[in-house]
């Protein structure tokens, strides 16, 4: 199973994307998702998921995050990422790679 959403940002819009690189001291981590999707379907691509599991982690994964994105502009987020297949570990570390040299957790 993979999804994949895309997109373009309108003109001059580069400067307003929150990116990976964007970490500062002090910033708090927020997950606007529960993690462990991936956990699950690798469950059940060897059939051991119940399916209430695989069907709760389908609906989140449909719901929009343009609340969560609106709040995080409000809020001053400076720096964003998605909870992929690296785990949220693997994305923090690209985060912190991508961010201010000697940032840590």
């Known amino acids: ?7 373009t940002l309108p003109s001059g819009g580069q400067s307003a994307a929150l ?5 500062r001291e002090g910033d ?11 956990v699950i379907f690798a469950a059940h691509m060897r059939r051991l ?11 989140t994964m449909v719901e929009s995050n343009q609340v969560p994105a609106k709040l995080a502009r409000e809020h001053s987020a400076t720096a964003c ?7 949220l ?3 923090l570390a690209e985060m912190l790679n991508a961010s201010e040299d000697g940032l840590c957790v």
């Open 1 to 7: 199973l993979g999804l994949s959403v895309s997109g």
């Open 19 to 23: 990116t990976k690189g964007g970490l």
């Open 28 to 38: 708090a981590l927020v997950l606007t998702k529960p993690i462990g999707t991936g």
């Open 49 to 59: 998921a119940k399916g209430v599991w695989v069907d709760s982690a389908l609906a």
């Open 81 to 87: 990422t998605d909870v992929t297949g690296f785990g």
């Open 89 to 91: 570990l693997g994305h």
